[in-house]
């Protein structure tokens, strides 16, 4: 969806650097989420976010953290990439639990 | 967690037959979702389906909920080639609780 951009769509790093990946959306969606998606394992929550500065945790929250500090970015950090942070990452936006607009993902390589 | 199983978790069949997977949860809902993912590419909302209606339908899509038996189903009626994609169901406890997905039905339809 045009409306959700994420960055970087890919990247390569090594195992205890820091890695921040950035959603920016352009719809006012006031709901905004991290999912990491790995085979056989669907989608997985990270953490979301509810409102500006207003987050909470997900199912695999451990090793990440969020930042939301105006409406149209959700930062997704990651303070030491390990090698089981290796997945694709999607960030979706949505008015609430209804329909939830997705960006393409970035596909983290942690070596 | 509040998600549970989709079945099957593969799914190949002839163009022109009809599609069914289906979707199993754990917790009272408010909503099941349906989401479609092509290949490398982020989800896309197919239907919403809310825990106080039993089916609803979109063109070629139908779906339907019992939540006595936590359970939902996606029929593609007619398949096409261009339905080849992965599938996944979404719930959400509240109308503004966060958005769960399952791990998902990979279908394949052959020409």
């Known amino acids: 969806d045009a409306g959700i951009t994420q960055s970087p769509r890919h990247k390569v790093t090594e195992t205890g650097t820091p890695v921040t990946l950035r959603c920016h959306q352009t719809?006012?969606?006031?709901?905004m989420y991290w999912y990491r998606q790995d085979p056989g394992h669907g989608l997985r929550l990270i953490h979301y976010?509810?409102?500006?500065?207003?987050?909470d945790k997900g199912e695999v929250s451990d090793g990440y953290s969020v930042s939301r500090s105006k409406t149209e970015d959700f930062l997704l950090t990651l303070e030491s990439a390990t090698s089981s942070q290796t997945s694709v990452y999607f960030c979706?936006?949505?008015?609430?639990?209804?329909?939830?607009?997705f960006g393409e993902g970035s596909r983290l390589t942690v070596l | 967690s509040q998600q549970g199983e989709e079945d099957p978790q593969a799914l190949s069949i002839q163009e022109g037959e009809n599609a069914t997977m289906n979707c199993s949860y754990k917790?009272?809902?408010?909503?099941l979702q349906w989401y479609r993912q092509n290949s490398g590419r982020g989800l896309v909302h197919l239907i919403l389906?809310?825990?106080?209606?039993r089916e609803k339908h979109s063109g070629r899509l139908r779906v339907t909920l019992d939540t006595s038996k936590k359970s939902s189903s996606l029929l593609i009626t007619a398949s096409r080639a261009a339905d080849t994609a992965s599938y996944f169901c979404?719930?959400?406890?509240?109308?503004?609780?966060?958005?769960?997905f399952g791990p998902g039905t990979s279908l394949s339809v052959i020409p």
């Open positions: 979404a719930t959400s406890k509240t109308s503004y609780d966060k958005v769960i």
């Open positions: 976010s509810y409102g500006v500065k207003d987050t």
């Open positions: 979706a936006g949505g008015k609430g639990a209804g329909e939830l607009f």
């Open positions: 917790t009272s809902i408010n909503n």
């Open positions: 389906i809310r825990s106080n209606e």
């Open positions: 719809e006012n969606h006031r709901y």
